[in-house]
Every structure is written in C-alpha cells, then in structure tokens.
C-alpha cells in the first residue's frame, strides 16, 4: 500500500478562528484508523507474496494443481509421489516390488497343480491337481509331522526283509538220472530264493544273468567258455546258458525269505 503516514495531514492550526483542539479529534481518529487498515493490508500482501514462490504469483501456482471448478487436476496428482516406495504397508494391504510381481507373473491363473519330484533325475514325478497329497506307512517308513513345517520320516527294518543267507552250496541237477550240466536246482527241495539274490561261480569266476563271462575250463590248457545264467526264482531252479563238464566246479550263493 501506498506509504499513506507520509503524507501531510491536513488539521485546523491554532490561529484558525475556531477551537482547533477539539475539532483535530475527529480527524485524528480517522487517520489513526487508515493508518491501522494499512498496516493489516501491508501484513496480507507480504504473505500473498510469500504464497507466490516461483510462479509470478499466487494465482500461477494454484492452476498447477487446482482446477478452475475447485477440483484436483488428474496430471498434477500423477506428478505427485504416486512411486509405490513412497507409501508405506497396511493393514490390509503390503507394497510389492518389482521382483516380487514379476515372479507372480510366472504363475498361471487359478493354479492349483502341485509337482513333487522324488528323485534327482526327475524320472519318478506326479502332478497333483486335486485333493490332499498323503504321505502313506510302510514296512520301513513312518512319517510324521514336527511342529511347525518339518515332515520327519522314521526307518525300520520291515519283517518282510528278514532272511537267511546261504552261500558256498553246491546246486543239484534238475534231473539226478540223467543230468544236462544246464539246469539246476539251488538245493534238493528246490527252495525258492530272494529275487535277484542268486550268486553263481564257475570254475571260481562269477556269471551274471544279463552279460556274459568268459570263464575258464578245468585244466589250463582247456578253451574258456562265455556262460550266463537265467534264474526262476520262485521255482527255486536256475539255467545255464551252455552246459559245462562233470569235472567243472559250481558253486552258488542266495537267500530264503522268512515270510
């Protein structure tokens, strides 16, 4: 505002031909008021230029946020600090970040399959799509759960693995009259053995089921032989893949199940 307290007031003088005391008293009043008036608009102007910042004036900075109908402007909310970093959890609701709704990204929607490998190789795997996954008792194996997320497993030697270990035996011929040095018996009653328990050595050296073995005759000099051997276990017999002589030594290895 005009600096109005320098401008001369303009009062009645003592030489004046009427009682200048008391008529200054209204003017007086009225300048005291204009002058109070002046101060208070001085104290609003300088906040309005406060308010102006760097935009020329308080108007200039109010249109970069409000609208004319008094709304927020949508383009001045975007530029606001909208970086989800910027706010902070609720209750209801956590903030993600990047990494986190990338790997949701990965998963299908509404899946509800779930894949368990047993192995490392990956050959035994099952999908599960429905239901509740049971991890079943066996012989051997007790599962159990331990507070709060760890599945135990207790081992046990199963009945069903109990056996009898027979080794050194001599086999008899399936047929005692007139023997082919082919076929064999692992004893007289012709027991049935343990699948895949049945050892047999030729001339000292061990013939498989699958490959092969050179194994050598009785003298030095005789020629060697490649023998392989096909089992039945169950019948509790075995056959030789060529027949050997009486003067060869057979021996065989295996066991008998108790239940």
Known sequence: MPRIELIPEVYYQPNDPIHWEYDNLPLKNI?????????????????????????????????????????????????????????????????????????????????????????????????????????????????????????????AFPAAAAHQHYYGLNPVHANLVTPDYTNYKVNSGATAYVEDSLRVHVNGVRIFETDDVYVPGELVDDPWTLLHFTPNHSAGTFALSSAITSADVIKIDFDISYI
């Open 31 to 155: 300048i005291r008021r204009q002058n109070l008036i002046n101060l208070s608009l001085d104290d609003v102007l300088e906040q309005m230029r406060d308010a102006i910042g760097t935009q020329g004036s308080v108007a200039n900075r109010l249109n970069q946020s409000i609208a004319e109908d008094g709304s927020l402007k949508t383009a001045a909310i975007d530029d606001a600090l909208h970086s989800i970093e910027e706010h902070t959890d609720g209750t209801t609701y956590v903030r993600m970040t990047k990494a986190q709704s990338d790997k949701l990204d990965l998963v299908e929607d509404e899946a509800t399959d779930v894949i368990l490998q047993v192995n490392s190789d990956g050959s035994s795997m099952v999908t599960f799509d429905t239901g509740t996954v049971i991890f079943d008792v066996s012989d051997s194996v007790t599962p159990s759960v331990v507070s709060p997320n760890k599945v135990k497993f207790e081992l």
